[in-house]
């Protein structure tokens, strides 16, 4: 996959998000999740959810869901496993998104218009891997923001 462009991120709070985990990271690959602290993200607090990347099997935990899934779908989503969410387009496309990241080790953004479980979202996502290890994807931070 090819390398991560941050001029293609195109919200503002999303590109500010990016700017902060890069700064975070210093000259390592990712930053570790306690390098971070959701104070300093208030701004697009509830619409972050923090990803455990969990291996053999692989499987994505969700630590923190933000406010604006359980708003948008009725459910709360924090502590559930991403392969157990009750509305199987997301689900699919969440898992998909999630192994790309991990499988791309840097950052992505999505910008896409998609119906999803009879649901119209319009929407652009950030993916910003974090590492305890140094090396390997351990937790992923996801930003969403909804777009006119």
């Given at each position: 996959?090819?390398?991560?462009?941050?001029?293609?991120?195109?919200?503002?709070?999303?590109?500010?998000l990016?700017?902060?985990?890069?700064?975070?990271?210093?000259?390592?690959?990712f930053?570790?999740?306690?390098?971070l602290?959701?104070?300093?993200?208030?701004?697009?607090?509830?619409?972050v959810?923090?990803?455990?990347v969990?291996?053999?099997?692989?499987?994505?935990?969700?630590?923190?869901?933000?406010?604006?899934?359980?708003?948008?779908?009725?459910?709360?989503?924090?502590?559930?496993?991403?392969?157990?969410?009750?509305?199987?387009?997301?689900?699919?496309?969440?898992?998909?998104?999630?192994?790309?990241?991990?499988?791309?080790?840097?950052?992505?953004?999505?910008?896409?218009?998609?119906?999803?479980?009879?649901?119209?979202?319009?929407?652009?996502?950030?993916?910003?891997?974090?590492?305890?290890?140094?090396?390997?994807?351990?937790?992923?931070?996801?930003?969403?923001?909804?777009?006119?």
């Amino acid at each position: 996959m090819s390398a991560f462009d941050p001029a293609t991120i195109r919200d503002a709070r999303l590109r500010r998000l990016h700017d902060y985990w890069q700064a975070r990271r210093g000259a390592r690959r990712f930053p570790a999740r306690a390098d971070l602290d959701p104070i300093d993200f208030a701004y697009i607090l509830g619409q972050v959810t923090l990803v455990e990347v969990h291996e053999n099997p692989r499987r994505y935990r969700w630590r923190l869901v933000g406010t604006w899934w359980r708003e948008k779908f009725g459910v709360e989503g924090t502590g559930m496993w991403a392969d157990e969410w009750p509305f199987p387009d997301q689900r699919a496309a969440v898992l998909r998104a999630y192994d790309l990241v991990v499988s791309a080790g840097h950052p992505l953004v999505f910008d896409r218009s998609v119906w999803l479980d009879g649901r119209l979202l319009v929407v652009e996502t950030l993916f910003l891997p974090l590492s305890e290890t140094g090396a390997d994807v351990s937790m992923i931070l996801v930003a969403l923001v909804e777009r006119p």
